[in-house]
């Protein structure tokens, strides 16, 4: 059975840090690509964040840009996303996925895990 499942969301304070975390099971992580989706409250779902399986080349939106990593563990079964100078706007539910190859799409993906809330707020 697949699943992935995040953790490592909660309340931060603007510029404040989060190390979110995605255990993937059911599957080889080595073979899949993983990115990481966000959506905020009545807005539709953007991708944050990308990491393929060939090379472990990432990719970011330019909102993120600086400011988020995202790396990969296939040891470990886990994709993590560091979260540095955290801001209001990055409020949101945030969700990783995996795919065989990478992709910006949201539809692209095959599996996802349950989200994981993030709030920036003083």
């Known amino acids: 059975q697949v699943q992935l499942v995040e953790s490592g969301g909660g309340l931060v304070q603007p510029g404040g840090s989060l190390r979110l975390s995605c255990a993937v099971s059911?599957?080889?992580?080595?073979?899949?690509?993983i990115g990481w989706f966000r959506q905020a409250p009545g807005k539709g779902r953007e991708g944050v964040s990308f990491?393929?399986?060939?090379?472990?080349?990432?990719q970011y939106a330019d909102s993120v840009k600086g400011r988020f990593t995202v790396s990969r563990d296939n040891a470990k079964n886990t994709v993590s996303l560091q979260m540095s100078s955290l801001k209001p706007e990055d409020t949101a539910v945030y969700y990783c996925?995996?795919?065989?190859?990478?992709?910006?799409?949201?539809?692209?993906?095959?599996?996802w895990g349950q989200g994981t809330q993030v709030t920036v707020s003083s």
């Open positions: 996925a995996a795919k065989e190859t990478v992709s910006p799409l949201d539809k692209a993906y095959k599996f």
């Open positions: 990491i393929s399986s060939a090379d472990g080349s990432t």
């Open positions: 059911g599957f080889t992580l080595e073979y899949y690509a």
